[in-house]
T-cell receptor, first 111, second 114 residues
């Protein structure tokens, strides 16, 4: 059973618009959530995270929202830029610090 | 600062041949180390993780193995490669801050088994 799910394998948005990437989890023991960004032929890089005691964390154009009751988090990118085109992985960490990754969503930002 | 190295960057191997991928981390001590595989069009699959020298945990049964001969060295091996072993292999190390683990990935090795 996959504990972290990114149900949209791909997303395409116009430059300047908002990109919303979604992630659902099933394990209520997860208490920290992270987003990683990955370009082709490169390793993922850490982007932004949120603790389960918060419902929002913002860093520049990137905002992560957490809805614990729905076991859902989302990453908002505003405004989207062509350089944001990449695969975005959602990850959830339990109290032992072990991370579980989703399958990723490929974001394409069109100029 | 910490850096993570992986080599080779790309590798083409025949079916049945052995494999050895190496990963080293600099600038930190006693890191948690991980091997992931990303098959074409798929997400990250955790293969092995290690919390210390000689301590290896396997997440998925397969014909791959891992070893950690030194604190900052992690090796992924196979005695006989299968076609299904093709993929993008990523090594990562992690740091725990405030009870949360953030992983830092290497540049990856692209393996093509023919």
């Amino acid at each position: 059973d996959q504990q972290v799910k990114q149900n949209s394998p791909s997303l395409s948005v116009q430059e300047g618009r908002i990109s919303i990437l979604n992630c659902d989890y099933t394990n209520s023991m997860f208490d920290y959530f992270l987003w990683y960004k990955k370009y082709p032929a490169e390793g993922p890089t850490f982007l932004i995270s949120i603790s389960s005691i918060k419902d929002k964390n913002e860093d520049g154009r990137f905002t992560v929202f957490l809805n614990k009751s729905a076991k859902h988090l989302s990453l908002h990118i505003v405004p989207s830029q062509p350089g944001d085109s990449a695969v975005y992985f959602c990850a959830a960490s339990d109290n032992a610090g072990k991370s579980t990754f989703g399958d990723g969503t490929t974001l394409t930002v069109k100029p | 600062s910490q850096t993570i190295h992986q080599w080779p960057a790309t590798l083409v191997q025949p079916v049945g041949s052995p494999l050895s991928l190496e990963c080293t981390v600099e600038g930190t001590s006693n890191p948690n180390l991980y091997w992931y595989r990303q098959a074409a069009g798929r997400g990250l699959q955790l293969l092995f993780y290690s919390v210390g020298i000689g301590q290896i945990s396997s997440e998925v049964p397969q014909n791959l193995s891992a070893s950690r001969p030194q604190d900052r060295q992690f090796i992924l091996s196979s005695k006989k490669l299968l076609l299904s072993d093709s993929g993008f292999y990523l090594c990562a190390w992690s740091v725990h801050t405030g009870g949360v683990e953030t992983q830092y990935f290497g540049p990856g090795t692209r393996l093509l088994v023919l």
